[in-house]
């Protein structure tokens, strides 16, 4: 599905991601694990063209990716669910939702709204409020909608647990699951290791932009290393 090799990036010339390789297969669900700073975001932004690699390949589906402009990649059946949720706070959720851009799919907005309205009950109960209103879980509930309106094959999503209770985390995370059994490919960034690590079926772990580690998600979980950076405060 995706295929990342020797990738290096960064801002203004300097490289924040050295020579980053890792691979999402069909149907896998794997996951980036690092600190803030580790380089997690920039990947993304690479991944969907906001952002210039400065070496490197990527290959979606056997095509050069990068040659493929930012606002076209979503008709190649990627999503994106941004750090920081980035809803548009003064438009409602349904209009949140409908700001998708469904020119190039096969769903249509009505099939895309059930979808979302389907996996989030609470966004269609919520669905004349303005973004802005709504909780934290609520907003990112919705950067996560907006992003399976074209019913996506691969699923990009950065920090999604971020400042959120653990009791919305959790949802969102059973929301992955069903996706994923569903047949979409995800690759997710994200702090959150516990979660991550419970839900995903390979890791990374990525350290000042660059992989340390590759492993099976479940058998990091006991690794003394992983536990002792990232589990040993939870």
């Given at each position: 599905?995706?295929?990342i090799s020797e990738l290096t990036a960064g801002y203004h010339g300097v490289p924040v991601l050295h020579g980053v390789s890792l691979a999402v297969?069909?149907?896998?669900?794997v996951t980036v694990l690092g600190a803030n700073g580790a380089?997690?975001?920039t990947l993304m932004q690479v991944l969907m063209g906001l952002l210039p690699?400065?070496?490197?390949r990527v290959e979606h589906r056997g095509e050069d990716l990068l040659r493929v402009p930012a606002h076209e990649r979503v008709s190649r059946g990627i999503a994106y669910v941004p750090e920081g949720r980035r809803v548009f706070p003064a438009l409602t959720v349904e209009e949140n939702l409908r700001a998708v851009n469904l020119k190039h799919s096969a769903t249509s907005y009505a099939e895309g709204l059930d979808t979302v309205f389907t996996l989030f009950p609470r966004l269609k109960e919520r669905d004349i409020q303005l973004a802005g209103t709504l909780s934290g879980g609520e907003?990112?509930?919705l950067a996560l909608g907006r992003a399976l309106m074209s019913r996506p094959s691969l699923l990009l999503a950065d920090e999604i647990s971020l400042g959120l209770a653990p009791i919305i985390v959790d949802q969102?995370?059973?929301v992955f699951r069903d996706l994923n059994d569903s047949g979409v490919s995800i690759l997710l960034a994200e702090q959150n290791a516990l979660s991550a690590l419970e839900y995903a079926d390979t890791a990374y772990v990525l350290e000042t932009g660059s992989v340390?580690?590759?492993a099976r998600a479940s058998d990091l979980l006991t690794d003394a290393s992983i536990v002792e950076s990232y589990l040993q405060e939870l």
């Open positions: 599905m995706l295929a297969r069909t149907g896998e669900f380089g997690k975001s690699s400065m070496s490197g907003q990112q509930m969102l995370f059973e340390t580690r590759e």
